[in-house]
């Protein structure tokens, strides 16, 4: 039956678009250093490394039963690292078959003999609409949107209804990392005189990239269904 197999196939897929480019294979030697930094450098600045490269997928450890700083003795403790680092083993994974999926669509586009439109008959809002298509027409791609709509929601709810809004802000940031961290760099400060402007730039600035989040999800998604199809063939 092809239903029953495909989550058999899944893994398999994911671990092809992960290691089958330079630019994947080049992150996960990436990652690997970082994990080995966390190791040699624990108290080092760029310990956290590792996180950054594999949010936003790895920051949903802040609300995993497991990780470091578990306690519990001396096995549970060891159990719960070794947990800890599989998931970010897993989320690096999907970040390189996300890489990977991107790479292989530029090989694709750019291969000889495959026909493309001409430049000039396309306008600007054919190549947006174009670009931003992978966001919407997956579930994947979809489902992320629907989780930073609800994070970045209950930030404006929590900064303009409620006495006290706390950390609000560290849901939509966490969940459209690693790109929201530059976003930062773009929010007055609480001194300026546009410092009223902080919720609103800071949730233009998140939404901006979580829509980039969901764009290379969605390309992702793309190329799961094109090996798919190839292996169904």
Do not use: I, K
């Given at each position: 039956m092809p239903n029953a197999s495909r989550p058999r196939r899944l893994?398999?897929?994911?671990?092809?678009?992960?290691?089958?480019?330079?630019?994947?294979?080049?992150?996960?030697?990436?990652?690997?250093?970082?994990v080995l930094v966390v190791f040699l450098f624990p108290d080092s600045d760029i310990a956290?490394?590792?996180m950054m490269l594999t949010a936003p997928?790895?920051?949903?450890?802040?609300?995993?039963p497991f990780g470091p700083g578990t306690e519990?003795?001396?096995?549970?403790?060891?159990?719960?690292?070794?947990?800890?680092?599989?998931?970010?083993?897993?989320c690096a994974l999907v970040n390189a078959a996300v890489l990977g999926a991107l790479a292989a669509g530029s090989r694709t586009a750019a291969a000889p003999g495959t026909r493309t439109p001409a430049r000039s008959a396309r306008t600007g809002r054919q190549m947006t609409r174009d670009l931003l298509a992978p966001a919407v027409d997956n579930w994947l791609a979809r489902g992320y949107l629907a989780v930073v709509a609800a994070a970045l929601g209950f930030f404006l709810v929590a900064v303009y209804a409620l006495p006290d809004p706390g950390f609000a802000g560290i849901w939509?940031?966490?969940?459209?990392?690693?790109?929201?961290?530059?976003?930062?760099?773009?929010?007055?400060?609480?001194?300026?005189?546009?410092?009223?402007?902080?919720?609103?730039?800071?949730?233009?600035?998140?939404a901006?990239?979580?829509?980039?989040?969901?764009?290379?999800?969605?390309?992702?998604?793309?190329?799961?269904?094109?090996?798919?199809?190839?292996?169904?063939?």
């Open positions: 893994p398999r897929r994911l671990f092809a678009l992960a290691t089958d480019n330079w630019l994947a294979r080049g992150y996960l030697a990436a990652f690997a250093v970082s956290q490394s590792s997928l790895s920051f949903l450890g802040a609300v995993l519990g003795g001396g096995a549970v403790e060891a159990s719960a690292v070794a947990l800890w680092a599989v998931w970010l083993g897993l939509p940031l966490m969940s459209t990392a690693p790109f929201s961290f530059l976003a930062l760099v773009a929010v007055p400060t609480e001194d300026s005189a546009l410092a009223w402007l902080n919720p609103l730039t800071f949730s233009a600035g998140v901006l990239c979580g829509l980039l989040n969901a764009v290379l999800l969605g390309h992702l998604a793309r190329r799961l269904r094109v090996r798919e199809a190839r292996t169904a063939a």
